[in-house]
């Protein structure tokens, strides 16, 4: 069982940037593409970003590609997200999730572990 625990969410003003954290209990947490995910009120839950798990290919959706990165630290057990240029759009709840030797998929479904997400205000 592995266990994500996402920080690093608060209130900000448009234009400004966060960075989130998301830190795995388990050893093997090289062996896991890592993705990021978000649900705004009233809506369904929706790909962000992700990172493969032996490449470390990244995807992005088109509505956070060139100014949100996914990056990792294996030897931390940890994936970050640096949310830059932020959007009133952006508000959300930020969701991490582990998919064992993942490529990076953006279909939430391909995962099998998820924290229990952090929130993200943007204020305009």
């Known amino acids: 069982q592995v266990q994500l625990v996402e920080s690093g969410g608060g209130l900000v003003q448009a234009g400004e940037s966060l960075r989130l954290s998301c830190a795995a209990s388990e050893r093997t947490f090289s062996t896991y593409a890592m993705g990021w995910f978000r649900q705004a009120p009233g809506k369904e839950r929706e790909f962000v970003a992700a990172?493969?798990?032996?490449?470390?290919?990244?995807n992005y959706a088109d509505s956070v590609k060139g100014r949100f990165t996914i990056s990792r630290d294996n030897a931390k057990n940890t994936v970050y997200l640096q949310m830059n240029s932020l959007k009133p759009e952006d508000t959300a709840v930020y969701y991490c999730?582990?998919?064992?030797?993942?490529?990076?998929?953006?279909?939430?479904?391909?995962?099998?572990?998820w924290g229990q997400g952090t929130q993200v205000t943007v204020s305009s």
């Open positions: 999730a582990a998919d064992l030797l993942g490529s990076g998929h953006p279909k939430a479904s391909e995962y099998e572990y």
């Open positions: 990172i493969s798990w032996h490449s470390g290919n990244t």
